[in-house]
């Protein structure tokens, strides 16, 4: 192995070591992430972690985009294994694995979907991996039969709606990109929910309820 070889590795290592220990400090403390704690945490000086990330907000953001393509990956690989042809049971697949990874990941969701960190604002490369599920979830209703019934769209709305297509290079009908964005909202209003332990004292049968209410927006979007 060549030199060059050698030190790119051994700094790949070091990313993923400093992102390791970064994801535990998230566990115990939320997203009031510091360096010179995630320094202390390694046995290192805080200096020595500016080799490879410049900043809070530089480790920040490697871990958000990190817990979306984990979140993503998760999502598309339930999807596919489920036949093309079964809509509803795709649906369900990509809202279930999305429930299973943030229970699985509670600090990483808070990180992702939880209140905002003061004084960080995520830079555009992190809107590519955060929209994999509202991709998956419009490509599911685009192939359900028929037109979603409901009331007309307000024409801003409807604006707004046909931009956000045209970004994607879709044909999408703007009714149904906004029933798959209705039931986006409430797939992760739910699952916050129930990571942020707002359902204690409520809702016992957390599953069933979760399946029922996917159901109820699967029928709102038009997937049958």
């Not at 192995?1 to 992102?19: D, F, G, N």
């Not at 907000?57 to 042809?85: C, M, N």
């Not at 979603?148 to 409807?158: F, K, T, W």
Request: hydrophobic share 45%; charged share 20%.
């Amino acid at each position: 192995m060549s030199a060059s070889s050698l030190r790119a590795r051994v700094r790949s290592e070091m990313h993923q070591e400093i992102k390791e220990v970064a994801r535990r400090r998230l566990a115990e403390e939320g997203a009031n992430l510091s360096l010179r704690a995630v320094a202390r945490d390694m046995g290192i000086v805080a200096s020595a972690l500016y080799r490879y990330f410049p900043s809070r907000d530089a480790l920040l953001t490697a871990l958000i985009i990190d817990g979306y393509e984990s979140l993503g990956a998760a999502a598309v690989a339930a999807e596919a294994e489920v036949a093309r042809e079964d809509l509803r049971g795709r649906w369900l697949a990509v809202c279930r694995a999305v429930r299973s990874w943030a229970l699985a990941h509670p600090a990483e969701y808070g990180l992702l979907y939880g209140n905002p960190v003061p004084g960080y604002a995520a830079p555009p490369e992190t809107a590519v991996p955060a929209s994999a599920v509202i991709l998956l979830l419009a490509a599911i209703v685009g192939e359900a039969p028929g037109s979603p019934a409901g009331p007309p769209l307000p024409a801003p709305v409807r604006t707004d709606l046909r931009r956000l297509i045209e970004q994607q290079g879709g044909d999408l009908p703007e009714e149904r990109l906004d029933r798959a964005l209705l039931a986006w909202t409430h797939l992760f209003g739910q699952v916050g929910f129930e990571v942020f332990n707002r359902l204690q004292d409520m809702i016992q049968a957390r599953a069933e309820y979760f399946d029922h209410h996917m159901g109820l927006v699967a029928d709102l979007a038009g997937v049958p």
